[in-house]
């Protein structure tokens, strides 16, 4: 599943059709198609792991790429049929096993930007707030539920543990306010170097325990095993990060 910085990227792969019409809308999706066409691009923002094609203040088309979806501009190589495709007089814009909405009113109501770890808005003493009111939760879970990190995944959640040095299974009531408040900072501060290599092609190179066999700093074994309510896999060092009880 893509993370914060993939939708960036996805954006900025698509800036290219902002300000262009929408001559034909295609595709499997159940969605009203009707709506799109001769509409123009205003904008294309992201919310977390959500691509936002802005055509009008109250007409927006909201993809989320779930686990296996993808896009293609300007490609029409792949086989499979899109689950959205639009066309421009001198382009094209395909959306592959995608979850696909259309938001009918303004973003403003439906967003927090200030809970987006790519934002600039992004608010770290909210995210820590946040964290608090949920004490009995695992750290884990609570790094990957959107509506406090929104545009974490596994890369950026296992990899901010670690730096934390922070046990996955963690209850957020346990741990010490300083180590809440470095997770509120370190997701975003991780969030802008995943972006960076990610763009670079080597994300995988720099990730120090996610997908690692050993640790980098005494030399243990990494543990890997599913955790916490959403069952995604943790990696981590049982020997250098702390759980507090």
């Known amino acids: 599943m893509p993370e914060g910085p993939s939708i960036i990227i996805a954006k900025e792969a698509i800036m290219q059709f902002k300000g262009k019409k929408i001559l034909k809308a295609t595709g499997y999706g159940k969605l009203d198609k009707k709506l799109l066409v001769n509409k123009t691009i205003r904008d294309i923002k992201t919310w977390g792991k959500h691509l936002l094609i802005v055509l009008s203040k109250?007409?927006?088309?909201?993809?989320?790429?779930?686990?296996?979806?993808?896009?293609?501009v300007n490609d029409q190589s792949k086989t499979a049929n899109a689950k959205l495709g639009l066309e421009f007089?001198?382009?094209?814009?395909?959306?592959?096993v995608s979850e696909i909405v259309l938001i009918k009113e303004p973003l403003t109501e439906v967003y927090d930007w200030s809970g987006d770890i790519m934002s600039s808005?992004?608010?770290?003493?909210?995210?820590?707030?946040?964290?608090?009111?949920?004490?009995e939760r695992l750290l884990c879970d609570v790094l990957m539920d959107q509506?406090?990190?929104?545009?974490?995944?596994?890369?950026?959640?296992?990899?901010?543990?670690?730096?934390?040095?922070?046990?996955?299974?963690?209850?957020?009531?346990?741990?010490p306010s300083a180590k809440l408040t470095f997770v509120a900072k370190?997701?975003?501060?991780?969030?802008?170097?995943?972006?960076?290599?990610?763009?670079?092609?080597?994300?995988?190179?720099?990730?120090?325990?996610?997908k690692q066999e050993y640790c980098m700093v005494c030399g243990s074994e990494v543990t890997v095993k599913d955790g916490g309510k959403s069952k995604r896999r943790n990696y981590y060092c049982e020997h250098d990060q702390v759980i507090y009880v």
């Open 121 to 135: 808005k992004w608010d770290t003493k909210a995210a820590k707030l946040k964290m608090e009111a949920k004490p």
């Open 58 to 72: 109250e007409l927006t088309i909201r993809v989320h790429f779930m686990l296996f979806g993808s896009y293609r």
């Open 147 to 175: 509506a406090i990190f929104s545009g974490v995944g596994n890369i950026i959640k296992n990899e901010t543990m670690y730096k934390a040095k922070l046990h996955p299974e963690n209850k957020i009531g346990n741990i």
């Open 186 to 210: 370190e997701v975003a501060r991780y969030a802008k170097k995943f972006y960076k290599w990610k763009k670079d092609g080597t994300l995988q190179d720099h990730c120090i325990v996610y």
């Open 89 to 96: 007089k001198d382009g094209e814009l395909n959306f592959y």
